[in-house]
């Protein structure tokens, strides 16, 4: 599964579990909060100042 900047972080983690690792790495700590329910990668990225293209490269290896 290719993971895209528009994917919602909600969604990721539902079909991927082992990416919430790599997202509390790069800072994104509200895994667990409803937004992530309504907010995509590029979106969480941006509000917490988190290279996208970075954290999209850590997320499809």
């Known amino acids: 599964m290719a ?3 528009d994917m ?3 969604e990721l983690i539902r079909n991927k579990p082992e990416s919430v690792d790599i997202l ?3 800072g994104l ?3 667990g909060c ?7 990668l590029e979106e969480a990225a ?8 970075q ?5 499809n290896e």
Do not use: N, Y
Not at 34 to 40: K, L, N, T
Not at 55 to 59: D, E, I, N, S
């Open 46 to 53: 941006m509000v917490h100042g988190i290279d996208l293209s």
């Open 29 to 31: 700590g509200c895994v």
């Open 3 to 5: 993971i895209t900047k």
């Open 34 to 40: 409803p937004a992530s329910q309504m907010e995509s």
């Open 55 to 59: 954290l999209l490269k850590a997320l």
């Open 24 to 26: 509390l790495r790069f």
């Open 8 to 10: 919602l972080v909600g």
